[in-house]
T-cell receptor, first 114, second 107 residues
Framework: DSGVTQTPKHLITATGQRVTLRCSPR?????VYWYQQSLDQGLQFLIQ???????AKGNILERFSAQQFPDLHSELNLSSLELGDSALYFC?????????????FGQGTRLTVV | SQQGEEDPQALSIQEGENATMNCSYK?????LQWYRQNSGRGLVHLIL?????REKHSGRLRVTLDTSKKSSSLLITASRAADTASYFC???????FGAGTRLTVKP
């Protein structure tokens, strides 16, 4: 158990809909990262938050948005869903910025858009 | 673009053999990390090597770091079927991953 909790584990929704994925980081971790992994592909970095502030942005579509709340949990919102958005979405958390800390990954949310 | 780039993309070996995979990165770093992913699961941290270290061991894992070449290698000795997974590297400066190395260990 990594200590990172992602909910829901599975999500099936129709094209055009909007969903929210939730991530609770490990206790005390300030950074949260979001990744998208399509079938048999590598991890695409979407966005990073550090202590509530956006720290880095990757290949995140305009239809996607994220935020980190004061209690450090994070949500990834995906809207106007398309079939190609079907993927595993992972979040990871790590400790203080710049410290020698590893990242801990959740088990992912498997999103299926039909 | 991502910082860590792993190669080869795929590696297939027999149980008991050693597996070596490489990682290249672009900018100065404080540390570099290796992760493993079993199919469909979250990544699991394997080992972290700091920029002032050249080599580090953890069980059957050996990691080297060459900051002059901006590269790292991960060696898995005496591989087992359970080592079958994808392996990724990332740096502290940029937690972006490449496509990974898909290792298959045949029993």
């Amino acid at each position: 158990d990594s200590g990172v909790t992602q909910t829901p584990k599975h999500l099936i929704t129709a094209t055009g809909q909007r969903v929210t994925l939730r991530c609770s980081p490990r206790s005390g971790d300030l950074s949260v990262y979001w990744y998208q992994q399509s079938l048999d592909q590598g991890l695409q970095f979407l966005i990073q938050y550090y202590n509530g502030e956006e720290r880095a942005k990757g290949n995140i579509l305009e239809r996607f948005s994220a935020q980190q709340f004061p209690d450090l949990h994070s949500e990834l919102n995906l809207s106007s869903l398309e079939l190609g958005d079907s993927a595993l979405y992972f979040c990871a958390s790590s400790g203080q910025q710049g410290a020698d800390t590893e990242a801990f990954f959740g088990q992912g949310t498997r999103l299926t858009v039909v | 673009s991502q910082q860590g780039e792993e190669d080869p993309q795929a590696l297939s070996i027999q149980e008991g053999e050693n597996a070596t995979m490489n990682c290249s990165y672009k900018t100065s770093i404080n540390n570099l990390q290796w992760y493993r992913q079993n199919s469909g699961r979250g990544l699991v941290h394997l080992i972290l090597i700091r920029s002032n270290e050249r080599e580090k061991h953890s069980g059957r894992l050996r990691v080297t770091l060459d900051t002059s070449k901006k590269s790292s290698s991960l060696l898995i000795t005496a591989s087992r079927a359970a080592d079958t997974a994808s392996y990724f590297c990332a740096t502290d400066e940029d937690m972006r991953f490449g496509a990974g190395t898909r290792l298959t260990v045949k029993p």
